[in-house]
């Protein structure tokens, strides 16, 4: 373990016991002193380089109150713009930042763009018989022009500070002004049980393996053993990440944060789907509550999916989301192909300015799509489906995954092309087979193909949905969101 991941997993642990603290505190104590709290561990890894998400927030303060009506699109140009002159700064001469810093601006950038996105919803379609002062009772409501500090204080609530969840301005303001749940011990250590085993898990890997894709023994190796090298590079990433994630819900849970009455159906990132007035008085007891807001990462939905489409709705949840409402869903007028690759630029970007990252993400597109042929393909012979369906989930899932990652893990661009050219591109050559007899044997069938269930690999129940082929996307209408479909519930007690 780095001594990078050593501060993160600190940070991480320090904030857990923390959160009990803020049990049955009034909201000035939540609000002011959870900010306080996260400005001081900003100014202890960050030091003065957290003078940029300073900038970062007060710029769009100024045009949430400024352009309340045009701000959503102005807020996503300054932040995204700003994160390039960010990534950048070794070309102004600028000392670079530290990685804590980087994921700081990485996170407040989803907020920001959140925040000024959602004011303007707000402006532009106002519920029908439903007054300001109403509104702002709801839960997951922003007021119409949030004040300074109340930007300040969501921008640096300790909560998600460096690792997530995203969450919303109203997610939190349900935090700061609503009935918070207790904290419960039981539910914090139920939600950890399995991160010692990941974190095993994880650091087996690394030791085992200590060189992976970066090994110079790789190039003497055999197809099969290079094939190979990549699952356990993967593994290592991924289990970190779990790590993370689980010890940042963990914190949520016992600060009571993110929970919300089942009846809302709260969804990850996007918080409560349903107008529901604030829980006033003694809240009820934390397994009465849904935390689904905060719930960033599900291991066994990941790990058992079936699909790239399947695995990326388990993955990172609520900044899936955040990509399915504010880019996804905007660009309109493309077929599902172009929105997908869009979509991957855009989250590439965001992660950051290696070329191995676009090459990953960019090459997601053409599995989704690769997905959606083979549901057409096997439409029509249910023994083949019968078959494929009984296959272990996750096996052929996780393959994919371990390829695509080969650019995250390396970054550099002859790097990646260099291990991909040593495995022959299989598994780009495997989904271009795919399309290739797809549209081979389109003209045999009428013209057409048939319609199957399932026939590309969507983002359910998070938002507007990313689709493969053949697909259609929900539209907005009067800045709401109208979604069909099913989509996957949270009840009951938090996983």
């Not at 016991?17 to 960050?46: D, E, I, M, S, Y």
């Not at 539910?187 to 898990?201: A, D, E, I, K, S």
């Not at 990652?405 to 022959?424: C, K, M, P, R």
């Amino acid at each position: 373990m780095t001594p990078e991941e050593m501060t993160y997993l600190a940070v991480l642990l320090f904030s857990i016991p923390v959160g009990f603290a803020f049990n049955g505190r009034g909201p000035r104590t939540r609000q002011w002193g959870g900010a306080a709290l996260g400005a001081g561990l900003t100014l202890v890894t960050c030091g003065p380089h957290a003078l940029h998400s300073l900038v970062t927030s007060l710029v769009t303060w100024a045009l949430v109150r400024l352009l309340p009506r045009r701000c959503g699109g102005a807020a996503l140009a300054w932040t995204f713009g700003y994160l390039l002159f960010f990534r950048t700064l070794w070309v102004w001469g600028w000392p670079q930042p530290p990685p804590y810093a980087n994921a700081l601006q990485l996170l407040l950038t989803l907020k920001m763009v959140s925040l000024a996105s959602d004011v303007q919803e707000r402006w532009e379609a106002e519920p029908a018989g439903v007054t300001s002062s109403e509104r702002d009772e709801l839960i997951g409501s922003v007021p119409p022009r949030p004040g300074l500090g109340e930007t300040l204080c969501y921008s640096y609530c300790y909560l998600g500070l460096l690792t997530g969840p995203f969450y919303r301005m109203g997610t939190h303001r349900d935090w700061v002004l609503g009935s918070a749940p207790p904290g419960s011990w039981r539910l914090v250590l139920r939600r950890l049980r399995w991160v010692p085993v990941w974190g095993l898990t994880g650091e087996l890997a690394g030791r085992l393996f200590p060189g992976g894709l970066r090994d110079p023994r790789l190039w003497g190796w055999g197809f099969p053993r290079r094939l190979f090298a990549m699952g356990p590079a993967f593994l290592a990433l991924r289990a970190r990440f779990y790590v993370g994630w689980g010890c940042a819900e963990g914190a949520c849970l016992a600060a009571g944060f993110g929970g919300n009455p089942p009846e809302s159906h709260p969804r990850p990132g996007w918080g409560a789907t349903r107008p529901c007035p604030r829980h006033k008085g003694p809240p009820p007891r934390p397994e009465l509550w849904d935390f689904a807001a905060i719930r960033t990462c599900s291991p066994r939905d990941t790990e058992r999916a079936r699909g790239v489409g399947a695995g990326l709705r388990g993955w990172n949840r609520t900044v899936q989301w955040w990509l399915v409402r504010y880019v996804h869903a905007r660009a309109r007028g493309r077929g599902p192909a172009l929105r997908n690759a869009w979509t991957m630029l855009v989250s590439a970007f965001w992660h950051g300015l290696h070329p191995g990252i676009y090459l990953s993400f960019l090459s997601v597109p053409l599995w989704l799509a690769a997905e959606g042929a083979l549901g057409r393909l096997l439409g029509g012979v249910p023994k083949i489906r019968g078959v494929l369906w009984r296959i272990p989930p996750g096996i052929y899932t996780m393959r994919v995954f371990e390829y695509l990652s080969v650019g995250f893990i390396l970054q550099d661009f002859e790097a990646t092309l260099n291990y991909w050219g040593s495995i022959y591109f299989c598994l780009h050559l495997l989904p271009l087979f795919i399309l290739g007899l797809d549209a081979v044997l389109k003209p045999g069938r009428g013209g057409g193909h048939p319609k199957t269930q399932g026939e590309g690999p969507k983002f359910k129940g998070e938002g507007p949905e990313i689709q493969g082929e053949g697909g259609n996307t929900p539209k907005f209408k009067g800045g709401t969101q109208k979604f069909k479909g099913s989509a996957p519930k949270f009840k009951g007690r938090p996983k």
